[in-house]
Structure formats: structure tokens, C-alpha cells
């Protein structure tokens, strides 16, 4: 069983919603990642936090706004999102930001944006 | 230069066959190899993983062999078995976990 659990598994809004994922681990780990995940296709890193503090930002557009509350918990705050955008969001975490090698992955966000 | 290359895209054994996926990379600063199993409608999951100072690693039914040389590195799926049907990823990371970037991934089909 997975020890990173995102809520909500699915997820359908429209293009002008606001919603938020979220991701909860309590492994201890001090790294936490944001990627999106397209169909037949590897996932791609959004963000990384590193001890509570964004520390990569791809170039991901400003309507996903990361949060890091805590040590635990990770959230994506989605606004004005576009059909394009509809993909699996995961969550993952790792002992530190320099173990990106070793990630812990959750099962993943369906979003679909109409 | 970041890029990590796998083959073949897809591929289809027969229940007790080998299963073998090859990846290549260019970049002689990756330093840490790790192969992810990915389920559908599941997140990825670390399978095995390698660094480059050895030439072969074994878990269970799982096997990565890595040339250095060459630059390659294959996953071997020994005694292959239905529940295995999956899409693997390769990966390659630098010292400190930088630039850690994914294959674009095999999907495998085992036939009972």
C-alpha cells in the first residue's frame, strides 16, 4: 500500500472552478513533488518543495499554485484551468530533495477540466 | 544530454518468458539508475535501482544489468508473469538527486 495518499482520486471542473489537490505523507520525509502525468507518457515535474520551501518551479503556469502547510501535507490550488491541463496529477515524496531517486509516489489525481 | 532513451516502446511475452527493456543515456553525470513498475490508474513504484560501480543487480525475479561503457542499462524480468503486465520507466539522476528525469516508458503485456 502506497504511504502518500492524494485526495480527491478524481476530479471534474470547469474552466473557471477553483479547487485544490491534496497529498498527505507521514514517512517522514522532507521532500515533496508535484507531477502531472499524460496518458502513454512518463510523468513531468512541476514542483519540488525541499523542508517546507519551494525549491523548483518548471515553468509551470500560474494558474497551479503549490502549498507546503507543513512537513506533511502538499496541496495544488487550480484555477482557470484549461481543457489541456486534464491529465493524472501525482504526488510524491522523498527523504530529502537530494534522494530524487527514491520516490514515493501516490496513486494519483484524475483531473478532468471541461 | 538529459534525456534517458528506452526500447522497445511496447512489448509482449509469453507467461515464464523474459522480459528485457533497455534504456540509454548520454549524460556521464547521471549517477544513480532506478526502474519504476507503474500500474494503470496507480502512481509509480520503485522496482530496483543501480549505480554505475556495479555491473548487475538482482532482486527476486529482477535483474538490471548496466554497462558503463556503453552507457545502457536493461531491466530483466526473469520467469515473467501476468501480474508484471505494467509500463516500466527507466530514470537517471545526478549526484544529489538533480535533473532526475524519467524514460518515456515500455508497456509490458504477459500472456497467461
Known amino acids: 500500500d502506497t504511504e502518500v495518499t492524494q485526495t480527491p482520486k478524481h476530479l471534474v471542473m470547469g474552466m473557471t472552478n477553483k479547487k485544490s489537490l491534496k497529498c498527505e505523507q507521514h514517512m517522514g520525509h522532507r521532500a515533496m513533488y508535484w507531477y502531472k502525468q499524460k496518458a502513454k507518457k512518463p510523468p513531468e515535474l512541476m514542483f519540488v518543495?525541499?523542508?517546507?520551501?519551494?525549491?523548483i518551479n518548471e515553468s509551470v503556469p500560474s494558474r497551479f499554485s503549490p502549498e507546503c502547510p507543513n512537513s506533511s501535507l502538499l496541496n495544488l490550488h487550480l484555477h482557470a484551468l484549461q481543457p489541456e491541463d486534464s491529465a493524472l496529477y501525482l504526488c510524491?515524496?522523498?527523504?530529502?530533495?537530494?534522494?530524487?531517486?527514491?520516490?514515493?509516489f501516490g496513486e494519483g489525481s484524475r483531473l478532468t477540466v471541461l | 544530454q538529459q534525456q534517458v532513451k528506452q526500447s522497445p516502446q511496447s512489448l509482449i511475452v509469453q507467461k515464464g518468458g523474459i522480459s528485457i527493456i533497455n534504456c540509454a543515456y548520454e549524460n556521464t553525470a547521471f549517477d544513480y539508475f532506478p526502474w519504476y513498475q507503474q500500474f494503470p490508474g496507480k502512481g509509480p513504484a520503485l522496482l530496483i535501482a543501480?549505480?554505475?560501480?556495479?555491473s548487475e543487480k538482482k532482486e527476486g525475479r529482477f535483474t538490471i544489468s548496466f554497462n558503463k561503457s556503453a552507457k545502457q542499462f536493461s531491466l530483466h524480468i526473469m520467469d515473467s508473469q501476468p501480474g508484471d503486465s505494467a509500463t516500466y520507466f527507466c530514470a537517471a539522476s545526478k549526484p544529489g538527486g538533480q535533473n532526475f528525469v524519467f524514460g518515456p516508458g515500455t508497456r509490458l503485456s504477459v500472456l497467461p
Open positions: 510524491a515524496s522523498s527523504l530529502r530533495a537530494r534522494d530524487t531517486g527514491e520516490l514515493f
Open positions: 518543495y525541499s523542508y517546507e520551501k519551494l525549491s
Open positions: 543501480i549505480r554505475p560501480d556495479v
